[in-house]
């Protein structure tokens, strides 16, 4: 009988702990998924209101595009100081300088460029890793995460040669860019960064690719400049 109970009482203490487990499990993914929501949403609110800032004449440029419409609430973290001798203005997001914008409208992508690739930089969003700058002649090399979630580039193996990306630079001024081509490479390659683009305003866009193994670069050229 006393062992009868005792093997009762353990299965009740396994049954409890599983429960505390299980629940534990739904608390973390829930946090997860939200915590990616609301990164998202923030990013997509701040792409919105730096292109607030483009001036009407701009807006109605034939060059600039307009990939679709984005949540327009301003962020109210976001600072906007003006800077010295520039055109544009100078912007932060989460305490890090931005120095323009991404989007990707076939993966639902927009977010902040950063200037620099620090690690906890590019925890918050993607960041300029090498070249001369948003839309500027040359190759500019954007750095993103694959957490193979969705978020950052962790869809960018989604994309195929004719997609477009669309990058907007502290003055204001979108620029189309479309995909020409697609390619994994060794973590300590460096030849696609410094790549002669003879004038042209190039993008490349690094990740990890989902085994972490490689990397994953899109190469995408101006619309100008074809």
């Known amino acids: 009988m006393y062992e009868k109970s005792k093997y009762s009482n353990f299965l009740t203490i396994l049954l409890v702990v599983i429960i505390i487990a299980v629940i534990g499990l739904i608390v973390f993914f829930s946090y997860r998924v939200y915590t990616k929501y609301a990164n998202e949403q923030e990013a997509s ?7 607030q800032e483009i001036k009407p004449s701009d807006k109605d440029d034939k060059d600039n595009n307009n990939p679709g419409a984005i949540d327009d609430d301003p962020l109210s973290n976001v600072e906007t100081i003006e800077t010295e001798g520039s055109s544009g203005k100078k912007q932060t997001y989460q305490g890090f300088e931005v120095i323009g914008t991404i989007e990707i409208p076939k993966i639902k992508l927009a977010y ?8 906890s930089a590019i925890e918050k969003s993607v960041a300029m890793l090498y070249g001369p700058g ?15 979630n969705g978020q950052f580039f962790s869809n960018n193996k989604k994309l195929a040669i004719g997609d477009k990306i669309y990058i907007t630079d502290l003055t204001g001024k ?8 697609k390619f ?22 690094q990740t990890c690719t989902d085994d972490g193994t490689y990397r994953l670069i899109i190469v995408a050229k101006c619309d100008l400049d074809k």
């Open 112 to 119: 902040p460029i950063i200037a620099e690739p620090s690690r």
């Open 184 to 205: 994994e490479t060794e973590s300590n390659d460096t030849d696609f960064m410094v790549r002669n683009t003879n004038g042209a305003r190039e993008i490349s866009l």
């Open 174 to 181: 979108k620029l189309t860019y479309t995909i020409y081509n």
């Open 45 to 51: 609110k701040f792409v919105s209101n730096f292109g």
């Open 134 to 148: 948003p839309n500027q002649p040359g190759n500019t090399v954007i750095i993103g995460h694959n957490y193979r």
